[in-house]
């Protein structure tokens, strides 16, 4: 069947491109035979343009986790902007998930309904705003040319706007690690939102990209950070977990919060090294005053757990509670503001803990490991990278050392977020609405 289908499309996409002709868009390749056929229809029936086809427009693009983690929070905001609201300005979502796969979540859906929005499942909207590119605004996330092959989809569909005078926007979507920033120098948008200082200076002065592509604005995933509680935290981990409120009683809190899986694809053996990984951590926890809660990554195998079955070997599951994905009332942000130490090995969520006074640690198995991409975050001081040699040091110099100063914890927010105030998601779409020309009160 799967054949068959792959005949019907090469078949069929000869007959596309020329009813299309300079509307075909590659996204073509990703959609349903049903909105193929809708597609050919709509296209075929706007050759007689409408008048309401020339009113400003933001499309928000959605095609990847990463556009519907960092999007969606965007688009509730717009939509409570008075331009929205009074109709000045028409908002479109295309969902495209046949590109990575894109499964909306509840609470996406949840948003979605709340603001009376039916996604499109085709790119029609896309070929609405080339007829009349003027205020029209195209919002993606992953299209930066470095990395093509994944981000392919955003790259071509920026390009073929960029034809007709169509304005685009992107935002970064990763940290501050070289690669992701080596990306998003090569983004395809004309306007690229970044999260803070030290990503907007590397742009400039390493990948010389122009300044009035960059748009300083924070992240907006970080907004809710301004809003969390500690006591309520440590409530809500006392509620889901009753024995934690004894095991914690005197000790310091280490968070894990890495991945075993992906990470050493690059390396021999690499389920095995994975059970190494945590056992070795386990191993140099000083557990006689700490205790440790694991907050498992998404992609985690749960069956087995490894998290649990090192614990379980060592004899150490009294010290060490695992917290499976699911667990969405203690998210990393919320289990970030009770700890005293994190260790990860090359994440994002290092660049957070540091932007919340916390100290990192990066572990890792080897020296030329993942965690090299993020070996500049030892800049901020309070930010460490280990190996199994020194693992055991480093943990006790992190459980004994103070916490960084306030003054020294602002400036690494100025560098990796530009501020943790709440409003990264205004200042987000006031860019996205300026590009527009409309004001917004």
Sequence with gaps: MAKVTTWLRQAF??????????YYFSLQDYLSFADKG?????????????????????????YSKAGERLLVPLLANLCRRSPVETGAIAVTVVFLPNV?????????????????ITPETDYFPLIRACKHPDNKLVVMCLDHRYLYDFHRCGVDTADRLAKFGV???????GGTRSDCVRGLATAASDVVLVWGKRVQRELRDKYDVEDSRVRLVGNPLHDRIANLVAENVRATLFRLYPDTQTQLAGKSLVLIATCLHSEYREYDNEPQLYRDYIRELYRNLPFDRAFAIVKMHPLDSQHPNLYREAAEALGVEASVLVIEPEVSELDVYRLLTICDVLVTRCSTVAEEALMMGKKAIAFDLFEDGPSCGYKHLEEYGSY???????????????????????????????DLTYALDGRSSDRAVDEILKQLDISNP
Aim: charged share 20%; net charge negative.
């Design 13 to 22: 996409k000869p007959i596309e491109e020329t009813l299309l002709g300079d």
């Design 167 to 173: 304005k685009t926007l992107s935002i970064q979507h």
């Design 38 to 62: 809708r597609l050919l229809q709509k296209a075929f029936q706007s050759r007689v343009s409408s008048a309401s086809e020339a009113k400003p427009e933001i499309i928000v693009l959605l």
């Design 384 to 414: 460490t990278t280990a190996y199994p040699e020194t693992l055991r040091s480093t943990l006790e110099t992190a459980l004994t050392t103070p916490q960084p100063t306030v003054e020294f914890q602002q400036q690494v927010v100025e």
């Design 100 to 116: 990575h796969q894109l499964t909306l979540t509840p609470a996406t859906q949840a948003t979605f309904e709340a603001l009376g």
